[in-house]
């Protein structure tokens, strides 16, 4: 069984649109995350959401939102998209969070705007 | 600066032989650190967490020097199948920012037959 699923695994669309992808872990963990990976491959955290607290790292643009039904997904919605947001998204998640936890990642959405 | 820094490489090693990575960082109240692996097109996987006594799991020894913010890996005897991006990997409590993992930029490791 997968322990961290995304979808799409790819997304190709135009710029402006609005998109979403979608991220659910069976892990039991109480923490998820979403990451960026560049085309340069440089891997840089988004968001970590748990039930108490969503935290953004301040140089995400606010077309960027997560949405979080319920402890198990944590889907990232994108407005307006850009050229600049084509990249590789990885969703994540741990047991409780850091300093120590293990995240284990999901395999990924390539995100192509056109 | 970079928050954790790495040689990009590629590194092309025969098979067989040891091969050894560093990577320094800058925030000096990070307290958990790890090697990631990476392959082509694929997630990130943990390889392994890094201590402070240093710490070994087969082939694979990392080492940690708090003191001068500086981790290394240490491959034994490297396989065709070690050929991966190496990600080192230290938290990130960076005070206003995102609680995840900061990444390096990863170091390419070829192994060649």
């Known amino acids: 069984d997968t322990a961290v699923s995304q979808t799409p695994k790819y997304l190709v669309t135009q710029m402006g649109n609005d998109k979403s992808i979608k991220c659910e872990q069976n892990l039991g963990h109480d923490t998820m995350y979403w990451y960026k990976q560049d085309s340069k491959k440089f891997l840089k955290i988004m968001f970590s959401y748990n039930n108490k607290e969503l935290i953004i790292n301040e140089t995400v643009p606010n077309r960027f939102s997560p949405k979080s039904p319920d402890k198990a997904h944590l889907n990232l919605h994108i407005n307006s998209l850009e050229l600049g947001d084509s990249a590789v998204y990885f969703c994540?998640?741990?047991?409780?969070?850091?300093?120590?936890?293990?995240?284990?990642f999901g395999p990924g959405t390539r995100l192509t705007v056109l | 600066r970079k928050e954790v820094e790495q040689d990009p490489g590629p590194f092309n090693v025969p098979e067989g032989a040891t091969v050894a990575f560093n990577c320094t960082y800058s925030?000096?109240?990070?307290?958990?650190f790890f090697w990631y692996r990476q392959d082509c097109r694929k997630e990130p996987k943990l390889l392994m967490s890094?201590?402070?006594s240093g710490n070994e799991d087969g082939r694979f020894t990392a080492q940690l020097n708090r003191a001068s913010q500086y981790i290394s890996l240490l491959i034994r005897d490297s396989k065709l199948s070690d050929s991966a991006t190496y990600l080192c990997v230290v938290n990130s409590y960076s005070g206003g920012g995102a609680d995840g993992l900061t990444f390096g930029k990863g170091t390419h490791l070829i192994i060649q037959p």
């Open positions: 925030n000096s109240a990070s307290q958990s």
């Open positions: 890094v201590y402070s």
């Open positions: 994540a998640s741990s047991q409780a969070g850091p300093p120590g936890d293990t995240q284990y």
